[in-house]
């Protein structure tokens, strides 16, 4: 069993406010922490791993299939592996989560 502590974790700004750190990974999925401040966007794109999430402070708007969700403090959401998906913090204050991929994104390019 591996511990990892988000305090020990470090962050890295994938875009313009938006802050990922790698929490743990295994085989089969892994786990990011994320911190996406006010007005931060992430645009457009998609992956093959399903991804879902957990948001437990602030709001954030998810833009896929021509839909806006929005997803606050105590929402899991899941996105199916291959659709595209943007996101917005068109709040006041910091979102904060986890995210979750299976499987697991090996370098994410976020890390480079």
């Known amino acids: 069993m591996e511990r990892v502590s988000l ?47 957990f948001i437990y402070e602030g709001e954030l708007v998810f833009l896929t299939d021509g839909a806006e969700i929005v997803c606050g403090p105590g929402d899991g959401y899941a996105i199916p592996g291959d659709q595209p998906h943007a996101v917005e913090n068109r709040g006041d204050e910091p979102a904060r989560g986890v995210d979750i991929f299976s499987p697991p994104r090996a370098n994410p390019a976020w890390q480079e």
Do not use: K
Not at 9 to 38: K, R, W, Y
Not at 43 to 52: F, G, K, V
């Open 7 to 53: 305090s020990e974790c470090e962050p890295t700004e994938a875009a313009e406010g938006v802050h990922l750190a790698l929490l743990a990974g295994a085989d089969a999925m892994n786990i990011q922490h994320f911190e996406i401040e006010s007005g931060a966007v992430v645009d457009e794109h998609s992956h093959p791993h399903e991804q879902t999430g």
